[in-house]
């Protein structure tokens, strides 16, 4: 499921001519599509609309069941849903290995939901569907320092960050786990980091670094079974920054090395707040932020993105999402 080269998804639209009367709304229900979907595709700032103004209509989901060996127009109409979305699927009408993959990993994000067994069915056009009605998208920067990985802005199941490498720094345990990896980038930076830290008299642990999507999966299905409000600080699958390989959770043997608000209480965490922009990183998920982040205030994760950047978003007091202009409300 690798991201199209050119970022031009392939799919077909329907161009619409507006009459006097229409509204995003009225024509969004005429086509069974959501008001976000047709201003996402016309590119529209607002809901303004003009008699005689051309909108594209984007793709909408079919009706039925679906699975491996399935063809025709109704699977050309998901593959085309699947396009729009941001997945790189061929729309022939045929429902192979990479559109039963593709929705497989969506599956695995509601596992609360549906099984994750690449059938396409209603409980899963329902999921899709509300996927489109609040803009979700698959990320096409993910080895850009910023890129924007959130609850509306996921990674490909199949991406894997380049140049993974085991930062030199203290863990909390000792034998290797996938989650001591880290960009090589962000993992330098982080050597230098926890090198100030020591000089200064600051004792800090690593706890997660990069989570793959399927330990991703594994990690949110056991957490909404155990929390069904879960989804406040568990990220479902391809929309933690873990997976980047620039995020990563720290915290210190003051707090018995748990991943608790009350590290921001601390020395430490107080220290880790202050100095992580001096070397490219910033307190992803900050305090009374929570309506823009989506998630709860969490002081130990931490998200490299470079110096200037880090700088920027910390003295002015913002998130990356503020930084970057891309706030949802």
Same mark, same amino acid.
């Given at each position: =499921?690798?991201?199209?080269?050119?970022?031009?998804?392939?799919?077909?639209?329907?161009?619409?001519?507006?009459?006097?009367?229409?509204?995003? /709304?009225?024509?969004?229900?005429?086509?069974?599509?959501?008001?976000?979907?047709?201003? $996402?595709?016309?590119?529209?700032?607002?809901?303004?609309?003009?008699?005689?103004?051309?909108?594209? %209509?984007?793709?909408?989901?079919?009706?039925?069941?679906?699975?491996?060996?399935?063809?025709? *127009?109704?699977? #050309? $109409?998901?593959?085309?849903?699947?396009?729009?979305?941001?997945?790189?699927?061929?729309?022939?009408?045929?429902?192979?290995?990479?559109?039963?993959?593709?929705?497989?990993?969506?599956?695995? #994000?509601?596992? &609360? %939901?549906?099984?994750?067994?690449?059938?396409?069915?209603? #409980?899963?056009?329902?999921?899709?569907?509300?996927?489109?009605?609040?803009?979700?998208?698959?990320?096409?920067?993910? &080895?850009? !320092?910023?890129?924007?990985?959130?609850?509306?802005?996921?990674?490909?199941?199949?991406?894997?960050?380049?140049?993974?490498?085991?930062?030199?720094?203290?863990?909390?345990?000792? &034998?290797? !786990? *996938?989650?001591?990896? =880290?960009?090589?980038?962000?993992?330098?930076?982080?050597?230098?980091?926890?090198?100030?830290?020591?000089? @200064?008299? %600051?004792?800090?642990?690593?706890?997660?670094?990069?989570?793959? /999507? @399927?330990?991703?999966?594994?990690?949110?299905? !056991?957490?909404?079974?155990?929390? *069904?409000?879960?989804?406040?600080?568990?990220? +479902?699958?391809? @929309?933690?920054?873990?997976?980047?390989?620039?995020?990563?959770?720290?915290?210190?043997?003051?707090?018995?090395?748990?991943?608790?608000?009350?590290?921001?209480?601390? #020395? @430490?965490?107080?220290?880790?707040?202050?100095?992580?922009?001096?070397?490219?990183?910033?307190? !992803?998920?900050?305090?009374?932020?929570?309506?823009?982040?989506?998630? +709860?205030?969490?002081?130990?994760?931490? +998200?490299?993105?470079?110096?200037?950047?880090?700088?920027?978003? =910390?003295?002015?007091?913002?998130?990356?999402?503020? /930084?970057?202009?891309?706030?949802?409300?």
């Amino acid at each position: =499921m690798q991201q199209h080269n050119d970022w031009l998804p392939d799919y077909r639209v329907t161009n619409y001519k507006v009459k006097p009367g229409d509204t995003l /709304y009225l024509i969004a229900k005429r086509f069974k599509t959501h008001i976000s979907a047709i201003k $996402k595709i016309n590119k529209l700032k607002s809901n303004i609309l003009f008699v005689g103004q051309y909108l594209k %209509i984007p793709p909408t989901l079919p009706d039925g069941i679906y699975v491996i060996g399935s063809t025709g *127009p109704s699977v #050309k $109409k998901l593959q085309e849903v699947l396009s729009f979305i941001g997945f790189d699927v061929n729309n022939d009408g045929y429902y192979g290995p990479v559109t039963s993959k593709i929705i497989k990993g969506l599956q695995q #994000k509601f596992p &609360e %939901i549906v099984i994750d067994d690449g059938v396409y069915g209603p #409980k899963t056009k329902k999921i899709i569907d509300n996927l489109l009605s609040v803009n979700y998208e698959i990320v096409r920067n993910p &080895e850009s !320092r910023t890129v924007l990985v959130n609850k509306l802005n996921a990674l490909n199941p199949d991406y894997v960050p380049k140049n993974l490498i085991v930062p030199e720094i203290p863990f909390s345990f000792t &034998e290797f !786990r *996938p989650q001591k990896l =880290m960009r090589a980038d962000a993992a330098n930076a982080l050597e230098a980091l926890f090198a100030k830290a020591k000089q @200064e008299g %600051i004792e800090l642990n690593a706890i997660s670094g990069y989570r793959s /999507y @399927e330990y991703q999966h594994k990690l949110f299905s !056991r957490n909404i079974k155990a929390n *069904p409000k879960a989804n406040l600080f568990s990220s +479902r699958p391809g @929309e933690s920054e873990h997976q980047t390989g620039l995020a990563i959770d720290i915290s210190s043997p003051s707090v018995d090395n748990r991943l608790v608000q009350s590290l921001g209480e601390t #020395k @430490e965490g107080k220290w880790l707040e202050a100095n992580a922009p001096e070397f490219g990183f910033i307190i !992803r998920f900050p305090k009374e932020k929570e309506n823009i982040t989506r998630y +709860r205030y969490e002081p130990w994760h931490i +998200r490299y993105v470079g110096k200037d950047v880090a700088k920027r978003i =910390m003295d002015n007091n913002l998130t990356l999402e503020e /930084y970057l202009g891309k706030v949802n409300n």
